[in-house]
């Protein structure tokens, strides 16, 4: 069973800039995607950004600019940077990885993917 341990989240100001990790328990380089998706109170979690193990990443509109995804096989290790945040960025974040899809896309789909991590919580205040 892979483990997804997320970390980095906390409280920031707007306009200001965090690094989000999540330490996977298996290897990076087997998956076929992986996703950073974020859950704020009374909202549905939605996709914040992908990376196929090709590198194709996919952010949402909301994100793009601000954000990047990227992972670091030989820590088995995503990143999402934070950049520019907005008080509308407050949201738990989860990391989600896909390991058996043969796909030659990532997606934003919550079904894609198998395994989930906890949650860190990012909050911004204006």
């Known amino acids: 069973e892979v483990q997804l341990v997320e970390s980095g989240g906390g409280s920031v100001q707007a306009g200001g800039s965090l690094r989000l990790s999540c330490a996977a328990s298996?290897?990076?380089?087997?998956?076929?995607?992986m996703g950073w998706f974020r859950q704020a109170p009374g909202k549905e979690r939605e996709g914040v950004a992908t990376i196929h193990r090709s590198g194709a990443t996919i952010y949402a509109d909301s994100v793009r600019g601000r954000f990047t995804i990227s992972q670091d096989n030989a820590k088995n290790t995503l990143y999402l940077q934070l950049n520019n945040v907005k008080p509308e960025d407050t949201a738990m974040y989860y990391c989600?990885?896909?390991?058996?899809?043969?796909?030659?896309?990532?997606?934003?789909?919550?079904?894609?993917?198998?395994?989930w991590g906890q949650g860190t919580q990012v909050t911004v205040s204006s």
């Open positions: 989600a990885a896909d390991y058996s899809s043969s796909s030659s896309y990532s997606s934003m789909s919550k079904a894609r993917y198998r395994y």
């Open positions: 298996s290897y990076l380089s087997k998956t076929s995607c």
